[in-house]
């Protein structure tokens, strides 16, 4: 592993920024400055890893020369990133290399990325489609997008972190992979919940039917990750239902923009949606289970 003499620095840390920045720093990288909407918690995280708690974007942003971004959607991406803003991580730019690792919208890692040039910057989507575990432990599967003199600017860094590292192409052609990946995984994981579901309603015994699935066609990675939460009620969050519901959406307007129908990508949003409006998206996706086991939909917990 190639050590990258860069400074690093954050913006977002949530469950997947924090985690990374825990490894950077394990490996010896140095990781200058973070900052979190949540101030609190960015505080905290801050004498965790001895790096400064900035107080903006823009703070981040002069202390380090490399800043991930690990935001939550569309408008927070645009937020940071915005034109005329003092705070925004546009502001210190020249220079600097952005990797955003948020899943968003296509069109919003393109427009990042021809803002930040215009500034004098580097940008690069590192969209990631591993968990909480493969961040803290250097394994993520990243899919970067962008210039490739960017890629091979961040590829050192990136090798810190990851088990599984690929260009996709230029900008927005790695958000559409991640979309389609989480789609895909969001309709397995739909699908799984209704199988079990139905199994239990059937009488069936839940473990000697996972033991089946993964043994045919009904395999899959989502069996192995949460066939047994969905099973036991356990739904501690590694990706949460507000996410899946986000990205499904994100996968969906994609398929409008080039004239296709995805039923399936919709019906599982919408499954998703009805998690969020009885107050459970911040449970792990493996929570659809509650809305197929018969006696469980009024008791989410």
């Known amino acids: 592993m190639e050590l990258s003499m860069e ?57 380090a020369t490399v800043v991930f971004t690990v935001v939550t959607d569309d408008d927070a991406m645009r937020e940071i990133f915005a034109v005329d803003n003092a705070a925004s991580l546009l502001a210190q730019a020249k220079g600097r290399l952005f990797v955003n690792c948020a899943t968003v919208s296509p069109n919003v890692h393109i427009d990042v990325e021809a803002l930040v040039e215009q500034q004098g910057g580097q940008s690069l989507e590192a969209c990631m489609a591993s968990s909480i575990p493969q961040a803290r432990e250097g394994r993520l599967y990243l899919m970067c997008g962008g210039q490739q003199e960017s890629f091979e600017r961040a590829k050192p860094i990136l ?25 895909v995984m969001n309709i397995n994981t739909a699908g799984l919940a209704e199988g079990l579901g ?66 399936l990508a919709k019906a599982t949003r919408e499954q998703y949606q009805r ?11 493996s929570a659809i289970a509650e809305l197929t086991f018969k006696g469980r939909g009024d008791s989410v917990t």
């Open 7 to 63: 400074r690093i620095g954050f913006v977002g840390l949530g469950r997947m920024g924090a985690n990374m920045a825990r490894r950077i720093k394990d490996v010896g990288g140095s990781v200058m400055a973070v900052y979190d909407v949540d101030a609190k918690r960015a505080v905290s995280f801050s004498h965790e890893i001895g790096a400064e708690c900035a107080s903006s974007p823009a703070r981040v942003a002069e202390l």
């Open 159 to 183: 090798d810190m972190l990851s088990a599984n590292l690929r260009h996709i192409g230029a900008a927005g052609q790695a958000a559409r992979v991640k979309a389609l990946v989480n789609m």
């Open 198 to 263: 139905l199994g239990a309603a059937l009488g069936l015994d839940l473990t000697m039917l996972q033991q089946v699935f993964s043994q045919t066609g009904a395999a899959s990675r989502v069996l192995e990750t949460d066939g047994s939460d969905m099973q036991n009620r356990d739904h501690e969050c590694y990706f949460s239902s507000a996410h899946a519901a986000k990205d499904s959406g994100i996968a969906c307007a994609i398929a409008n923009s080039v004239g296709l129908s995805l039923p």
């Open 275 to 285: 998690l969020i409006a009885i107050g459970k998206g911040e449970l792990d996706k």
